[in-house]
Structures are given as structure tokens and as C-alpha cells.
């Protein structure tokens, strides 16, 4: 079935260093992609976006590269800090509005 | 301005009880999502609505589901003879529901608890 994949479930990090977050999606279909946040006990924060007309996007610290090719999709945190500690998690919308989640990422940022 | 909002954040119910749970999403959103958010596992879509269209309500798990949305504004899922296996986090998101404006914001979530 459809599905959206984290290569790493757990990611540690040291607190200056860049975290990279991976996802595989499965669905060519999917036009538009979403990067969430979520800490524990608060819903999902949205960070970036990307649609698939693009191959990268930059935000305050985050970026996300998009790789049509081999269906990837990354969340580079530059400079990691203790806030950053959460789970993380991509979303992908093959059709008009429907979205498929993956489990997540969590990142742990070590002081 | 104000995210979406969800009552209650909290809620503990015995087996077999009804419960609801609401939603208030960002003013002028037009497009309102409710998920299933259970431990370790990815956002399980419920049931969507837009506008004064019919929802879609593929997602719901079963009969004992349904969700109303009021005015195109608040919505209210309700869980009838709730069972242990609906504990989870009920999470609500919205979005404008336009083309090439579609991203969804999340509300705080609710957490459901059925002993």
C-alpha cells in the first residue's frame, strides 16, 4: 500500500550540530509535501514546505530537498538546539486532499 | 491570529460511555480535518469536510464514529460506546482549502483515554 517511510526512527544529534531527517514516500503522484514538529503532549507544528515543482526550500535554519527521482524527501536542521528535541514527521498529498503521514522521526539533541 | 483550538485537552471515560470532542478551526479556513494519532503510528485520516460539500468520511473506523460540522465553523466528533481501543490522540487541522494553499495547521489534540 501507499506509504510514507523514515529511514531512522531515532536520531541524536549534538547540540551546534546539523540533524538530517529522512523520508521515502511511495507515491509519484504526490505533488506537494509537508515537514511537521511534534513535541510530546502538542499537536504537529508545521515547519516547512515543498511543492514538486521544486527541488529545495530554505527556512529559518531548515531546509527540505526534494528528489523526485528516488522519491526522497530531507529536513536539514542547521545549528541543532535543545528546542529542536522532538519528533518529526513528513506528510505527502497525492491527490486534492487527502494527506499520508509517516510515523516519525525523533530527534534527541544531546548538550 | 488564533490556531485551532480543541476541547477538552483531556479526557478520561469508562467503556461504553459516549464522548465529543471538539474542534474550532483558524477563522476562514474552509477545509477541516479530524485524524487518529495512536502510539507510535502515523496520523490515521477520519474524515474530512469542505465548505458545504459532503464529507468525506471514509476514514471513520466505524458506525459508532460520526462527525458534524456546524455553520462551516466548529466541528464536533463523537465517539458512541467508546471501547478501550479508541485511546488515542484525536488530533484537528484546517486549512484554507484552496488550490495551491492547502497546508494544514494542527490543533493542540485531545486525548482520549477509555479505562
Known amino acids: 500500500g501507499e506509504s510514507v517511510g523514515l529511514h531512522l526512527p531515532t536520531l541524536s544529534v549534538q547540540e551546534g550540530d546539523n540533524s538530517i531527517i529522512n523520508c521515502a514516500y511511495s507515491n509519484s503522484a504526490s505533488d506537494y509535501f509537508i515537514w511537521y514538529k511534534q513535541e510530546s503532549g502538542k499537536g504537529p507544528q508545521f515547519i516547512i514546505d515543498?511543492?514538486?515543482?521544486?527541488d529545495k526550500r530554505q527556512g529559518q535554519r531548515v531546509t527540505v530537498l526534494l528528489n523526485k527521482t528516488v522519491k526522497h524527501l530531507s529536513l536539514q536542521i542547521a545549528a541543532t538546539q535543545p528546542g529542536d528535541s522532538a519528533v518529526y514527521f513528513c506528510?505527502?498529498?497525492?491527490?486534492?486532499?487527502?494527506?499520508?503521514f509517516g510515523t516519525g522521526t525523533r530527534l534527541k539533541v544531546l548538550a | 491570529g488564533a490556531g485551532v483550538s480543541q476541547s477538552p485537552s483531556n479526557k478520561v471515560t469508562e467503556k461504553g460511555k459516549d464522548v465529543e470532542l471538539r474542534c474550532d478551526p483558524i477563522?476562514?479556513?474552509?477545509?477541516l480535518y479530524w485524524y487518529r494519532q495512536s502510539l507510535g503510528q502515523g496520523l490515521e485520516f477520519l474524515i474530512y469536510f469542505q465548505g458545504n460539500s459532503a464529507p468525506d468520511k471514509s476514514g471513520l473506523p466505524s458506525d459508532r464514529f460520526s462527525a458534524e460540522r456546524t455553520g462551516g465553523s466548529v466541528s464536533t466528533l463523537t465517539i458512541q460506546r467508546t471501547q478501550q481501543e479508541d485511546s488515542a490522540v484525536y488530533l484537528c487541522?484546517?486549512?484554507?482549502?484552496?488550490?495551491?494553499?492547502?497546508?494544514?495547521?494542527f490543533g493542540p489534540g485531545t486525548r482520549l483515554l477509555v479505562l
Open positions: 506528510a505527502e498529498k497525492p491527490g486534492t486532499y487527502k494527506y499520508i
Open positions: 515543498i511543492r514538486s515543482n521544486m
Open positions: 477563522s476562514g479556513h474552509t477545509a
Open positions: 487541522a484546517s486549512s484554507l482549502g484552496l488550490a495551491g494553499q492547502e497546508t494544514q495547521y
